[in-house]
């Protein structure tokens, strides 16, 4: 199969002949698969203790043929040998760190993770005797020093949120490599289209599907990419703790995925659009956008990434409630806390952080932030409702 990305994105993972003849692959809508007889049963049983990929489904929690066909096409993309998918990219976080770490165990994470990762690492996983070392994200020495002789995993992102720093990944993987620990990679807001960890020595990617895999802010999942030895352990506690998705997300997965090429070029040519735009711009303080020659990853990003993404932060000129009238003010983004579909979406973060002050500081957001993750819309028609709601303010 001819291996662009646009190609694999239409037809990998997909059989060409469907059931009835069908061009998509069907919504498998069952909960459980049966056998003909009891010899048909002992058979699966033998070929599944014999190990390998297993050559049919047996209950829906550990797999669907509809789930299964997005779980190809997202390895296709990633270019790893198997993946898994997961009702949501928490889920298919807190599983892999399960499946991978024991009481005992260590975990080396960068420090400005998505909140609810840094949650599950300092506020749960220390009560089964898993401790964590928060390390910044551009300081190879400081992740190096952090690694102990009980570190089994280190888990990072890029570009992460809202800051859009990004990971020296093969640094990252160099490290890890002399140490023997598996890594990982949150890899949301890159895409396969802009990043491939696993070319650089990562072991395993992770994204939260919901956003640009996706892509039309219609469905919850997660998806863990990797070589099929780490998988088996992940798809044994995915199995266990029951975090499967299911055939209707893994439907319209599949759906949103055929157009995932042509959907992150549109939001990567906004994003840099915008960025552009608004460094200019007397009303904005400061912008945060990897694209950008002032950014501090920028020449990282230049290496690493094929496009530099959707999102795009900045500071208002002005206070918390001026702020707020901007984001208010503007006509084309809806006003929530998600990314990565066709439709922009917009927020100011500390709003919906929480509502006391000291905790954003803490989390290190400013109130005069705003976080744009753009769509798929016209470039112009973005920048002309940037323009007059930064006008009126
Ligand atoms: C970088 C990143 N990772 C993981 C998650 C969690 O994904 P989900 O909301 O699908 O559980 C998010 C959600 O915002 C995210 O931004």
């Excluded at 009702?87 to 499946?99: Q, R």
């Excluded at 009560?127 to 994200?137: A, D, S």
Aim: with cysteine; hydrophobic share 40%.
């Amino acid at each position: 199969m001819a291996n662009h990305f646009s190609t694999l994105a239409v037809h990998a993972g997909e059989d060409k002949r469907k059931p009835y003849g069908a061009l998509t692959t069907p919504i498998v809508q069952t909960s459980t698969y049966t056998f003909e007889n009891t010899a048909e049963i002992l058979d699966f049983m033998q070929r599944k203790a014999a190990g390998g990929q297993p050559t049919r489904d047996e209950y829906g929690r550990y797999s669907n043929p509809t789930q299964s066909a997005a779980e190809r096409k997202i390895a296709a993309l990633e270019g790893g040998e198997r993946a898994l998918l997961f009702a949501s990219g928490m889920c298919a976080i807190t599983t892999a760190m399960f499946a991978l770490l024991s009481s005992g165990h260590h975990l080396v994470l960068v420090s400005d993770a998505y909140r609810r990762t840094h949650e599950f690492a300092c506020r749960f996983l220390t009560r089964w005797g898993i401790e964590t070392t928060l390390v910044p994200i551009d300081d190879p020495a400081a992740l190096a020093a952090a690694i102990r002789p009980t570190t089994r995993l280190i888990f990072s992102e890029t570009p992460t949120n809202p800051y859009l720093r990004v990971m020296d990944l093969e640094k990252m993987a160099e490290i890890a490599r002399r140490h023997n620990i598996i890594t990982a990679i949150d890899s949301t807001f890159a895409t396969p289209i802009n990043l491939r960890p696993l070319e650089y020595g990562v072991d395993l990617v992770i994204h939260s599907a919901t956003k640009y895999l996706g892509g039309h802010n219609d469905l919850l999942a997660g998806v863990v990419i990797g070589p099929t030895d780490i998988l088996a352990k992940i798809e044994a506690a995915r199995g266990v703790l029951g975090g499967t998705s299911n055939p209707h997300d893994a439907y319209l997965l599949l759906r949103g995925l055929k157009t995932l090429d042509l959907r992150v070029r549109r939001q990567n040519e906004n994003g840099l659009r915008v960025a552009q735009f608004l460094e200019g711009h007397p009303a904005v303080r400061r912008v945060y956008y990897p694209g950008l020659p002032g950014h501090p990853d920028h020449e990282i990003a230049r290496q690493q990434m094929m496009g530099f993404g959707g999102v795009v932060s900045f500071e208002i000129e002005g206070d918390m409630d001026k702020t707020s009238r901007f984001v208010d003010r503007l006509r084309l983004p809806y006003v929530g806390p998600t990314l990565g579909g066709v439709e922009s979406v917009i927020e100011q973060p500390v709003t919906l952080f929480s509502l006391d002050r000291e905790e954003w500081l803490e989390a290190g957001l400013k109130d005069n932030l705003v976080r744009y993750a753009l769509g798929i819309e016209d470039g112009d028609d973005l920048i002309a409702d940037l323009d007059q709601a930064l006008l009126g303010v």
